[in-house]
């Protein structure tokens, strides 16, 4: 079955990168985009971008731009998330997950960030 | 962007039937998704494109609706339906999610 395993949870200093993965298993990770998506405590969920592992393509949400880079490791079917940096904004889980007809029919079991000095 | 709103929340009973609406600012087509989410997990997809049940989610679950209001509806509502619902929509550009509702039992 598909799973989506994500890193443990990050405690990092304002100003500073942190490089969180989702590491698939159950299908062909180079076939699907990897998405990946921001919930903020009480606040809803954000699109933040997608990545293609089979080629490295990538689309960004335009308020995402400059503060996040995805890459993938086809070797390994693992993708990565890249926040720089980091303010306190950025504190929040951040989910990977696959699309299924539009929709996301997988997620990772979430990661969260916390920035604090 | 596009902007899916959604009531807060709601208090409903076991047993009875509940309707969870979301609209967007402008049409999306059918393009929209229903997600349940409890405290400390990951979002589960309930409805895909308006009114399409995945395989394994319970037929309580439903959902209806077209261009900008659409409506996701639990009947009968289970205990075990305590959570948060999100509606997505993915028809224009950024993919955009609702606030939540959180269902609360009586």
């Known amino acids: 079955q598909v799973q989506l395993q994500q890193s443990g949870a990050e405690l990092v200093k304002p100003g500073s990168s942190v490089k969180i993965s989702c590491k698939a298993s159950?299908?062909?990770?180079?076939?699907?985009?990897m998405h990946w998506i921001k919930q903020q405590p009480g606040n809803g969920l954000e699109w933040i971008g997608w990545?293609?592992?089979?080629?490295?393509?990538?689309k960004y949400n335009q308020k995402f731009n400059g503060k996040t880079t995805l890459t993938a490791d086809k070797s390994s079917s693992t993708a990565y998330m890249q926040l720089s940096s980091l303010t306190s904004a950025d504190s929040a889980v951040y989910f990977c997950a696959i699309p299924y007809r539009d929709s996301y029919a997988h997620w990772g079991q979430g990661v969260m960030v916390t920035v604090s000095s | 962007d596009t902007v899916l709103t959604q009531s807060p929340a709601l208090a409903v009973s076991p047993g009875e039937r509940v309707s969870i609406s979301c609209r967007a600012s402008?049409?999306?087509?059918?393009?929209v998704h229903w997600y349940q989410q409890k405290p400390g997990h990951q979002p589960k997809l309930l409805i895909y494109k308006a009114s399409n049940l995945p395989s394994g989610v319970p037929a309580r679950f439903s959902g209806s609706g077209s261009g900008t209001d659409f409506t996701l509806t639990i009947d009968p509502v289970e205990a075990d339906d305590t959570a948060t619902y999100f509606c997505q929509q993915s028809w224009n550009d950024p993919w955009t999610f609702g606030g939540g509702t959180k269902l609360e039992l009586k």
């Open positions: 990545i293609y592992p089979g080629n490295g393509n990538t």
């Open positions: 402008e049409g999306v087509n059918s393009y």
């Open positions: 159950g299908y062909t990770f180079t076939s699907y985009d």
